[in-house]
């Protein structure tokens, strides 16, 4: 596990400048580059708004902003797209880079810090554009703001132990491959993003105590939208489990890593 | 320093779980076997020395690859070990992580960066990286509008720009123009006078030739040969008959001259005598001169009935290299219906145009152009010769051209 990263860190030129890379080639030849980043969640963003708001927007206690609706669609969204960049990139990661990995000696690890570090880079960007979004709708988060960071990383720690397990048997079972993005689907809609816990039924709320994404998305709109701090207790057991799963991941990595090269 | 690599008893199978759950399983619970193992590499022993070029060579899937890969590290063995001192710079394909639409510089960047050299190192290397490539002001242009040829450039300059103290090539060489392979083996021979170790994979014998000092033949995962250059080549050259006539034996051995003659064929046609002859007188020559009139004499001796018998002849220097060759079936001189008992006599008189040197004549009784199709007899270097200046004046190389200078002079005039 040391070793891991102290290779991580003689290659951190690598690193950093893969991700530079992996930004320059986005904005050369197209004519709004990175905007498109940042555009894709904002389109998202906007078709649910424009969808739903009309029918949910009343739902949102507390709250007097006439565009709430589309802040805690927002909120939800920030966080999301942060663990579905991950867990989707990750998911392929191994396998895109086969040439790679079979012609050259390097690393192995630096290819999912990469992806998080790129991923970091995307969702930065979506969160000042957001912040610029909620400026115009005239809505100023709080101090709470400041906690953010905790959240991302969190969420960062579970998208990653969960890819990379993933990502690597992906490359033995390529089946997962295919799932995995209609999991993801699920996931997506099985977590009070577009719509508020409240609206489901009792009976089957509880239900929703099973989602891990849960605690993180919450933390958003309640940072995002409410001025809360998160739900540290919540938010613990989750931190727990992406430790859990993301050392899990690691192992699992360093045991498939030999074999991997001969499956690709 | 230069680097140093020992490689012991290295296998490399591929396993067949059967089902990858059993695979999986395998990696917490080491007691699980998998159903079948596939060795593509077994017991594979070599080393190479400090300074030393060796040559790798064999026919594909012989497991060349595979030795790179356990070699530089890029696979693990299942067992033995692989052994490196020294820094190890890989070349097993050029351009890779190229990226189309970043500038040949912003390339040599990130892919010195995935060889694991950091920014200042990179940056100190940038001038003479951009002068080796050659690529001029395309050198900050996206690399989709280079040619093929530029960007093997650009990438062979990357790979070469720090010195290491083991090159590890393969194959990488053969694309890109004349210009450029020149280039890239002049690059490589400086290193090696430099004192860099350097393991070599081609399919060019003239490269393994030129550059090694030892050469390894692979075979069906394992070291079939390891010695001097020639002996694995034209050892090499036998096997790939081999491989179409079951039949067929090869046998070496050193010649007291120093030449190594290699004999392989299935002995449907044997040469029974060779030799060298003055043209007009017939005497038997050991050394011919300089614009000597000359006659290669051979005599075949026929074993078995043939649909068809090409005789071919190569002439070789002292390093290896052909300086000339033919054979009948080029010259539409295909003797048919052969039969068995029969005895022929190729004669092929011509001035002998060679430069001073020692020569060789390795003759070859095929059935078609190439010796794949049927090699009743191939002998490498079975005839040895001297040729000496004695009539002509004083000239270099191995070529005796009919050339003479024609000089003129002239008193320039000057306007006054």
Known sequence: ?264 | MSGELHVQNLGKSYRQWGSEWRRMASWFFPFIAPREEHWVLKDVSFSIDPGEAVGVVGQNGAGKSTLLKLITGTTSPTQGQVQLRGRVAAILELGMGFSPDLTGRQNAYHSAGLMGYSQAEIERAMPEIKAFAEVGEYFDQPVRTYSSGMQMRVAFSVATAFKPDLLIVDEALSVGDSYFQHKSFDRMRQFKEEGVSIMLVTHSMGDIRSLCDRAILLDKGRVLKDGQPDEVVDYYNALIAEKENANLNVEQRREKNGWLLTKSGTGEARVKKLQLLDAVSGDELAAAQVGQAVELRLEASIRMDIPNLVLGYMIRDKQGHVIWGTNTWHTRQIQQDVKSGETIVFRLPFTCTLGPGSYSVSPALVSSDTHLTDNYEWVDNLLVFDVINVNQEYFIGSNWLDAQFSISRQQEEYAQ
């Open chain 1, 1 to 264: 596990m040391f070793g891991m990263l102290s290779a991580a860190w003689r290659y951190r030129f690598f690193i950093f400048s893969s991700i530079k890379t992996e930004l320059q080639t986005k904005f050369i030849r197209s004519k709004l580059g990175g905007l498109w980043m940042i555009l894709h969640p904002l389109s998202q963003v906007l078709i649910f708004a424009f969808v739903l708001s009309a029918v949910l927007s009343a739902k949102l206690p507390g709250i007097d902003n006439q565009y709430a609706y589309a802040i805690y669609l927002m909120s939800g969204t920030l966080g999301w797209s942060l663990f579905a960049e991950i867990v989707n990139r990750c998911l392929t990661l191994f396998i895109d880079n086969g040439n790679l990995l079979k012609k050259l000696v390097f690393p192995k690890i630096a290819l999912p810090l990469i992806v998080t570090g790129s991923a970091l880079v995307n969702n930065t960007l979506l969160f000042v554009a957001i912040l610029a979004i909620f400026g115009a709708l005239g809505h100023i988060p709080g101090v709470e703001v400041f906690w953010l960071p905790v959240l991302m990383v969190v969420n960062i720690a579970l998208a990653l132990g969960l890819g990379l397990a993933l990502g690597v048997l992906n490359v033995f079972m390529r089946d997962i491959g295919q799932i995995v993005p209609v999991i993801m689907q699920f996931l997506f809609w099985f977590t009070p993003i577009v719509y508020m816990a409240n609206i489901i039924p009792e009976e089957y709320r509880n239900w929703l105590e099973f989602n891990p994404l849960i605690p993180i998305i919450t933390g958003y709109q309640n940072i995002l939208l409410y001025n809360h701090a998160p739900d540290w207790a919540g938010l613990g057991v989750i931190a727990l489990i992406a430790a859990g799963l993301l050392a899990f991941a690691l192992l699992l990595f360093r045991k498939a890593s030999p074999e991997m090269v001969d499956q690709l």
